[in-house]
C-alpha cells in the first residue's frame, strides 16, 4: 500500500523558512516522479512543484507563484521528499500535500501539513 | 495562467446523473489528454478519480466516467448516492512553462 506521510509543518513569520519533509513507502520511491500541491483554508487546489527520477535527471518545475523561493528535493537512499519553502509569505498559508506523479495525474496523496505564515 | 473553469456547485438527488464541467484553453485541456479529476471529502486528502481524460483508476466505482470536447473537460457522475456528497476538481497539464493547472472546484450537494 502506498503511503505518503507530511511533516515539518508550523508557523512562521512572513520572510522565514520552512523545510517540508514526505517519507514515502509501498512503492519504488526512486522510479516514481513526486510533486506537491497546496490547498489554502477554504480554497482550491494549487500545484506547486513535481521532481522527476534521479535517471531522468532529478530536474524540478515550479508554480510561477513560487518559482526562485521554493525548492523541491528527494533523498531515494531514505525514500524522502522535501520542499524547501524561503522567503514566505501570507499568502503561501496553506495545507501542503505530497504526492505521487504519474503522466499528468496524481495518483496518490499524504494526508497534507499545515503551514501558517503570519506576523 | 488562471485555473480552469469549474462550476461552483452542482446538485442531484439519489439515483439521478450529474456532469461537471471543466472549461481550459488548447494550451492545457484542449492541447493534452492529460485531464484529471478529483473527489475530496471536507478536511481529508484528494483522491484521483479519473486520469488520462477517461480512465478509472482501480477501486474507482464505474459510475464515474470522464470525456472531453475540445478545451472542455467533463465528469459525470451516474447513480448518485450520498457519499458522493463532495468537492470535485479537475486538472490537466499545461505544457513546459505552466506544467500543471487546477480548476477551482465543483461542490456537489446530493439532495
Known amino acids: 500500500e502506498v503511503q505518503l506521510v507530511e511533516s515539518g509543518g508550523g508557523l512562521v513569520k512572513p520572510g522565514e523558512s520552512l523545510r517540508l519533509s514526505c517519507a514515502a513507502s509501498?512503492?519504488?520511491?526512486?522510479?516514481?516522479?513526486m510533486s506537491w500541491v497546496r490547498q489554502a483554508p477554504g480554497k482550491g487546489l494549487e500545484w506547486v512543484g513535481r521532481?522527476?527520477?534521479?535517471?531522468?535527471?532529478?530536474?524540478?518545475d515550479y508554480a510561477a507563484p513560487v518559482k526562485g523561493r521554493f525548492t523541491v528535493s528527494r533523498d531515494d537512499s531514505t525514500n524522502t521528499l522535501y520542499l524547501q519553502m524561503n522567503s514566505l509569505k501570507t499568502e503561501d498559508t496553506a495545507v501542503y500535500f505530497c504526492t505521487r506523479y504519474g503522466s499528468g495525474h496524481f495518483d496518490s496523496w499524504g494526508q497534507g501539513t499545515l503551514v501558517t505564515v503570519s506576523s | 495562467q488562471s485555473a480552469l473553469t469549474q462550476p461552483r456547485s452542482v446538485s442531484g438527488s439519489p439515483g439521478q446523473s450529474v456532469t461537471i464541467s471543466c472549461t481550459g484553453t488548447?494550451?492545457?485541456?484542449?492541447?493534452?489528454?492529460?485531464v484529471s479529476w478529483y473527489q475530496q471529502h471536507p478536511g481529508k486528502a484528494p483522491k484521483l478519480m479519473i486520469s488520462?481524460?477517461?480512465k478509472r483508476p482501480s477501486g474507482v466505482p464505474d459510475r464515474f466516467s470522464g470525456s472531453k470536447s475540445g478545451n472542455t473537460a467533463s465528469l459525470t457522475i451516474s447513480g448518485l448516492q450520498g457519499e458522493d456528497e463532495a468537492d470535485y476538481y479537475c486538472c490537466s497539464y499545461a505544457g513546459t512553462y505552466t506544467v500543471i493547472i487546477f480548476g477551482g472546484g465543483t461542490k456537489l450537494t446530493v439532495l
Open positions: 488520462d481524460v477517461s
Open positions: 509501498g512503492f519504488t520511491f526512486n522510479n516514481a516522479w
Open positions: 488548447s494550451s492545457d485541456v484542449g492541447g493534452y489528454n492529460f
Open positions: 521532481i522527476n527520477t534521479r535517471g531522468g535527471g532529478g530536474t524540478a
